[in-house]
């Protein structure tokens, strides 16, 4: 399903998923004046056509204890299509990695990373860097505080709308 299939309410249900997950579709149903047998066919047609790819908890990093999150740039010898996808490959299958980007100008990756501390830093760093002889600089920036993180995306406007109503103040 493309982005011009969707009408306003396919966006509003989307936007109400990506603030809250766990509501349920009585709860949704009601919110957008829908029957719950509608909203429910319409999050599953949101699924089964790919708009909703998984569901997943947030944990409070504040409950979880002590965690050190690295951003790091990676700049590798050789930039040949072969020599970024087996990188790549590489990391994005490293569970400390939370999210890996190939990034143009400057380094090949940007790469997030959550360990307890630095010695599981370093645990990565000889995992991932140090043992292939493809990286050739490593710059990594820990975070003193993490002042914001949401992993909503924006949405593309309804065709024939100038914006998509937010869920987040109802």
């Keep these: 399903m493309k982005s011009e299939d969707l009408n306003t309410v396919d966006l509003q ?13 009585q709860s949704l149903a009601e919110r957008f004046g829908l029957s719950p047998a509608t909203c429910l066919r319409r999050v599953r047609r949101l699924r089964e056509s790919g708009w909703i790819s998984r569901e997943v908890a947030i944990l409070d990093p504040e409950h979880v204890g002590t965690l050190l999150t690295a951003v790091i740039e990676i700049s590798l010898d050789r930039q040949d299509a072969a020599a970024l996808e087996t990188f790549e490959a590489r990391v994005v299958a490293d569970e400390a990695v ?20 630095m010695p599981g830093y370093q645990a990565l760093a000889q995992r991932l860097f140090t043992t292939d002889a493809n990286v050739r600089n490593v710059k990594a920036f820990f975070s003193v505080k993490r002042a914001k993180f949401d992993p909503r995306v924006p949405l593309p406007r309804p065709s024939g709308s100038s914006s998509v109503a937010s869920s987040s103040g109802s």
Excluded at 15 to 21: G, K, M, T, V, Y
Aim: hydrophobic residues 35%.
């Design 13 to 25: 249900l989307l936007d109400a998923l990506q603030e809250n997950a766990s509501q349920s579709n």
């Design 98 to 117: 939370q999210q890996c980007y190939r990034v143009s100008p400057g380094p090949d990756f940007v790469l997030i990373a959550t360990v307890r501390d």
